[in-house]
């Protein structure tokens, strides 16, 4: 499975736009880019997805680079309750199974 | 999205007793599901693939006799932690694949247990 590299933290502002990078520099041309996110002691949710173009849905934006070797996630008003660790996953289609990696926990401050 | 119910929500037992969770698809039928367990500050791992009507398909390290996984209907998969130990305590969650979007998981609330 190809990787994906994540900062392992990152803090935000309340109320502001935050920005989560992920690199995927090995990615196949059909893999898409997933991202979810899990909130402490719940199971992870499913937050967007993309193959080439950038996408938008009512959680969250995600920006797909030209070359497709690193996107990122952007949530355009940051709350308390983003707070959460956000895994970057590429999945092939055709193989519906996920890896997740160590993913990025987002801090929000009040 | 899917909705997927998962019971219970947490469990204690004694060392040696079994325990079986239950991962429901509650609006769609399922023909796989997943089953993960997550440790303390690390990450999700998958532990077996589950389809409908047929064997799990387990990933490599992981006891298919002492996790023992039936998916006998579209909507109701489940994991049966035989002789547990305190080494098998962990955070177990399942998810659901299917539908339309047959690359996108939906992912129980998981199941916290604790073995004694």
């Known amino acids: 499975d190809a990787k994906t590299t994540q900062p392992n933290s990152m803090e935000s502002n309340e109320e502001e736009p935050v920005h989560l990078p992920c690199n995927h520099s090995?990615?196949?041309?059909?893999?898409?880019i997933h991202w979810y996110r899990q909130l402490p002691s719940q199971g992870p949710e499913y937050v967007i997805h993309?193959?080439?173009s950038n996408v938008n849905n009512r959680m969250a934006s995600l920006a797909i680079a030209e070359d497709r070797k690193s996107s990122t996630l952007i949530l355009h008003r940051a709350t308390l309750r983003d707070a959460a660790v956000y895994y970057c996953?590429?999945?092939?289609?055709?193989?519906?199974?996920?890896?997740f990696g160590t993913g990025t926990r987002l801090t929000i401050i009040p | 999205g899917a909705v997927v119910s998962q019971h219970p929500s947490r469990v204690i037992c004694k060392s040696g007793t079994s325990v079986k969770i239950e991962c429901r698809s509650l609006?769609?039928?399922?023909?796989?599901m997943f089953w993960y367990r997550q440790f303390p500050k690390q990450s999700l791992m998958l532990m077996a693939t589950?389809?409908?009507?047929?064997?799990?398909?387990?990933e490599q390290g992981v006891e298919k006799d002492k996790f023992l996984i039936n998916h006998a209907s579209l909507t109701l998969s489940t994991l049966t932690v035989t002789s547990a130990h305190p080494e098998d305590s962990s955070f177990y969650i399942c998810?659901?694949?299917?539908?339309?979007?047959?690359?996108?998981?939906?992912f129980g609330a998981g199941t916290r247990l604790s073995v004694l």
């Open positions: 998810s659901v694949a299917g539908g339309l979007a047959k690359n996108i998981q939906y």
């Open positions: 090995t990615i196949s041309g059909t893999d898409y």
């Open positions: 993309g193959l080439t």
């Open positions: 996953i590429l999945s092939n289609f055709g193989n519906e199974k996920l890896t």
């Open positions: 609006d769609f039928q399922a023909t796989t």
């Open positions: 589950s389809n409908e009507g047929s064997k799990a398909t387990y």
